[in-house]
């Protein structure tokens, strides 16, 4: 591959910004970034000095994971979760029209989705007791035995032992995110769950030898520049391969329905920021941001991002799956001409597929 990271690093050098300078050193030499350090290339604002931080990543994550972009396909199969936590819309005590896919309706689509060429088949939910580890490792094995597609996990917390038997099973990929690192604001956002033992069971996740993944949210009330430095050294020191993270975004009903969204900038800042503390990172350009600003889900995947979450849930639960207020469709032929047209790479099969979606389209016209 091209070392573009190093013409960067000599474009930060004739401009002077010697701090800038200092940290991309660092990052080409593969050593640890400090906190002091993170937190200055958060606090980055619009400038020149932020466009070559943006450049920097971009040219990172081209240089250690080149130009493809990886689609994944998120099923959402239920609505239904045990837990209060502050910021979702999906919350137990939340009123909303409530929803489960039968098991097979959850396989059949899951099928359809192989078609496509998605490189990961997401299954996602609130945390819902009904769908016993009986259930789940029919879905996870027959979807894994029929489709040959990689199974991903992020239905929150499970006991080991059951992580454990749908590894075996056919999961091969877990996003448990951990959402702030900073234990009050934790646990004013999560009543009722351990900070302790969200932490270890991320870390068990990983050391089964599953593809871990973890993520925080921006913007969550308290949160201060220092603690999203701290989740980024969180996240290197447990192992994460995958990022999920995103701006918070209020949703109705909740208790936090009245605060203000996260700062896109500033999700875009700490991509650049992950991108060249872990430059080897799955990192998905949220949905979260694209409601915010659908420009800067796709800006995003110029400052670091290689991955895209799709959404397949059917149309009649998908309005239903609201963790929080106007979440955007982000749809999969209408993302993967997109992804093409900006330069990016995609798998053949996709292109394939995008090719008789549009031709489709024109005979119909």
Known sequence: MDR?????????KEKGFEKLLEIAKKAIEESDLSKEELRYLLSLEEGEERRLLFKLANAFRHDYMGDMVFIKGVIEFSNYCKKNCAYCGIRASNKVNRYRMLPNEIISMAKNMAKL???????????????????????VSTIRSTTFVPVSLSIGELPKSAYLKLKHAGASKVLLKHETINKKVFEAVHPDDDYDARVDLLDYIISIGYIGGS??????????IEDIADDILFMK?????????????????????SFPHGDPELTLNTYAA???TMPRVFMPATTALGTIDEAKQFEAFNVGCNVVMCNFTPEKYRKDYMIYTGKAKVEFFQTARRLKEMGFKLSIKILRELEKHEKGVMNRC
């Open 215 to 224: 993520g925080n949210i921006i913007g969550l009330p308290g949160q201060t």
């Open 117 to 139: 060429g998605v490189d990961t088949i997401i299954l996602q939910s609130g945390e819902d007791p009904y769908y016993d580890l009986e259930t789940l490792v029919y879905i």
């Open 237 to 257: 020191r447990v192992g994460v391969k995958m990022i999920g993270l995103g701006p918070f975004v209020p949703a109705e009903g909740t208790p936090l329905q």
């Open 274 to 276: 992950i991108r060249l």
């Open 4 to 12: 573009k990271r190093f013409k960067v690093m000599e474009e930060i």
